[in-house]
């Protein structure tokens, strides 16, 4: 059991969106479309998958860290540790 | 015929990569793995992805806007505002 | 008191040696220098930036939001939210 | 003479009040502010530096890649990777 675990059905929603939408941009290559517009596409892509990374890290500061904290101790500190380095990662992509 | 179409094969392939490597996100929430270990893999996507659109972009600032801007005149103006909103897009996204 | 507040030092000297990178980035331009060594300039000043940004949260999350766990309830989730806010913020810009 | 010089007094200014909000950045810490609050100040901060980054950008694009892509050979494809070698640093910071 994870943070994002109730809202499953709901990532797994976005995610087969987004899949789909990966495909799209390999159409597009395909059929020649205009750079500007695959461009403009993976824009859209990208904010999709961060959406996703923003949800998932706010569900699991929600529970996973939170349980944690809880507890207290080392393990609070390592998971606050852990949650800081994916924000990074993800500010830095 | 646009900048990255010699390089087709080159950007379907990274695409079709793209491709799986969502639907491996999919399957990581589909059985529950660890929120921090799919916000690593989201941003391996995003950073591919990103990687796809610079090569588009420096394929498409190579040919089409070195096109019109032999050209010269206000096709090339144009051409140069449509690059220069799709990089404020990428900055942005 | 805040999170930060132990490392206050350290944070004045980066934030006036981020002062004196953008000083630096007025001088450039009133000197005519090349476009691509601002930009260049300008990269590293955004960096330094967003080091102190993530430098912040992961105070914030190790102390005010613990605190907040630690209490539980309402005011929990409220800088739960708020912290994914400011993360998302931080991502988006 | 760069893109930007018929610009410079307006950039000029837009980085005197970046340095500015640096300083309003400092002094917040100065003062204990609460982490959140300066976390949006950054953000904001470093959109305005963006939106520098991405206007000499335009100016450099319009300008001196132009003219070395009339020039045309060598030099406009070192031009061209150059601004791309930009983009992508703009993009990933």
């Not at 976005?14 to 479309?33: C, F, N, P, S, T």
């Not at 961060?50 to 890290?57: D, E, K, R």
Request: a negative charge; hydrophobic letters at 40%.
């Amino acid at each position: 059991m994870h943070g994002y675990t109730q809202d499953k059905e709901n990532y797994l929603k976005r995610l087969r969106r987004v899949e789909g939408q990966v495909r799209g941009l390999a159409r597009m290559v395909e059929e020649d479309k205009y750079c500007i517009d695959i461009l403009t596409q993976v824009s859209a892509v990208t904010r999709a998958l961060q959406a996703v990374s923003l949800g998932l890290l706010d569900e699991h500061l929600k529970h996973c860290v939170a349980e944690a904290m809880a507890e207290g101790g080392e393990r609070a500190d390592e998971k606050v540790k852990e949650a800081s380095d994916a924000i990074a990662r993800l500010v830095r992509s």
